[in-house]
């Protein structure tokens, strides 16, 4: 008899803390559980469909699902199918990567209108996550206001200012495709409330708004004439001396270069937001479409013995996909610990198997399969009935 784990989220720091425990236990029983029918987290449904390359990573994920010992169970989402204490009384560990779920609020008048989105929402749909298929109304939609200055802030303002062309190799799902495509975009206002020097961007993404085939990206030079703070240690001050140059280059771009205008706002924050138009402390900007990218929160978990909260459940939503490796890994050596002072316990398997690594295979196939003749690396299935009929063909 061997010890069982479960990890409830098939995210990047689930699949970190099954590596981390399987390196030093390879005889571990470990169950992947996710609520969706698919693994990955974010990686799937988060990271931008124009990023193909940072979601390579999940070839790494899918060696580990194939060990024999680890089990994906998919389409079962603890605290709805089976319960916390359920999960405690049955495995020997329980670790937590659930991420963070819901829109972090402004908590500014007029932010629940139907006219302001959460990124949580917004890119779930670019993503084709089987929650959120249902878009913004984009026909009539000339101005978009994106507020926040992290890496999603980018990602949305990008992927709504890129052409069809520059879409063609990505997994966008194909209503979002066109409903970008079929909107009068005219201009994109990235919108932080603080100083250029203090914006979260990397210089990579930042660089990226600075190519775009059918968008100038803009910024007034006067909001520039500032350093990356002396004080900060030395990485964050070059990443932030790298983002000044690159915004200085944005300031001597030609206003109406290009059909859509890309403007960086600083020092703007948010104070109200009414039909068709934000309020910021600057002044009053009109704009048809909201996009809030200012972070997440997450669902409560029981807190207690046997059990280990990881990735984004634990540290809240900042750090990248390898951030999110060392800390798995730290975590695990803690539930090698635990797991060590006990024998294993004697229960009966209580997992219903829902959706297996065989079902998320078949969902894998027919996605790839159709965007094989498009060029592209898939398109996804987006509703929960097709995704869970797909899984259970055989
Ligand atoms: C919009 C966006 C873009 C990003 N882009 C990048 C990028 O380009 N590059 C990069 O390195 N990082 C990027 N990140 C950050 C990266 O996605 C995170 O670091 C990483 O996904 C966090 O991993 P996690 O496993 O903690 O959470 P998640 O990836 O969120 O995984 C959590 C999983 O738990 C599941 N779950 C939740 N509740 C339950 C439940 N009750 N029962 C069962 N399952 C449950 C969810 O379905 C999900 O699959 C981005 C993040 C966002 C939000």
Redesign the pocket.
């Known amino acids: 008899m061997t010890h069982r784990v479960a990890i ?8 970190y803390a099954a590596d981390g425990l399987l390196r030093a236990r390879p005889d571990l029983r470990i169950d992947l ?4 029918p698919t ?5 799937r ?4 469909p124009d ?1 193909q390359g ?1 979601k390579v990573i999940v070839r790494q994920f899918e060696k580990l699902l194939a060990q024999p010992d680890v089990r994906f169970v998919g389409n ?5 199918d089976l319960t916390w204490e359920e999960l405690r009384a049955d495995y020997d560990a329980v670790i937590v ?5 819901l829109d972090k609020k402004l908590g500014v008048p007029g932010e629940d209108l139907p006219f302001v989105w959460g ?2 929402r917004f ?1 779930g749909w670019l993503n084709g996550h089987p929650d959120f298929r249902q878009g913004p109304d984009l026909a009539k939609v000339r101005k978009v206001a994106v507020i926040g200055n992290g ?2 802030a980018l ?1 949305v303002a990008r992927v709504l200012a890129k052409s069809a062309d520059e879409m063609a190799k990505s997994d966008i799902v194909p209503e979002a495709e066109a409903a970008i495509a079929a909107a009068p975009l005219r201009d994109i206002y990235v919108i932080g409330r603080r100083g250029p020097e203090q914006a979260a961007f990397t210089n990579n993404e930042l660089g990226e708004m600075g190519r775009l085939g059918r968008a100038v990206a803009l910024v007034d030079a006067d909001a520039l004439k500032v350093e990356a703070p002396a004080s900060d240690p030395t990485p964050e001050r070059l990443r932030k001396a790298k983002n000044l140059e690159l915004l200085r280059g944005f300031s001597a771009n030609k206003p109406g270069s290009k059909p859509v205008s890309l403007h960086f706002l600083f020092n703007a924050a948010p104070k109200a937001f009414g039909e068709g138009s934000v309020e910021l402390t600057t002044g009053k900007l009109a704009a048809d479409l909201v996009i809030t990218c200012i972070g ?1 929160t997450g ?1 409560d978990y029981p807190k207690g013995e046997g059990v280990f909260p ?4 634990k540290r809240g ?1 900042t ?6 490796r060392a800390e798995s890994h730290a975590v695990a050596e803690q539930v090698l610990a635990w797991l060590g002072k006990r024998d294993p316990k004697s229960g009966t398997d209580p997992m219903p198997l829902s959706i297996d690594f065989a079902g998320w295979h078949r969902i894998d196939k027919a996605e790839v399969a159709a965007g094989k003749p498009l060029g592209r690396p898939r398109v996804k299935l987006t509703d929960w009935q097709a995704l869970l009929d797909v899984a259970q063909s055989d």
């Open positions: 409830v989220g098939a995210g990047p720091s689930g699949f559980i996710d609520r969706l693994p990955f987290g974010l990686v449904a988060g990271v931008a990023h940072t079962v989402e603890i605290g709805r990567a659930i991420g963070m779920v990124s949580w890119v890496n999603v990602d997440y669902e990881v990735g984004w459940a939503p750090g990248t996909i390898p951030a999110n």
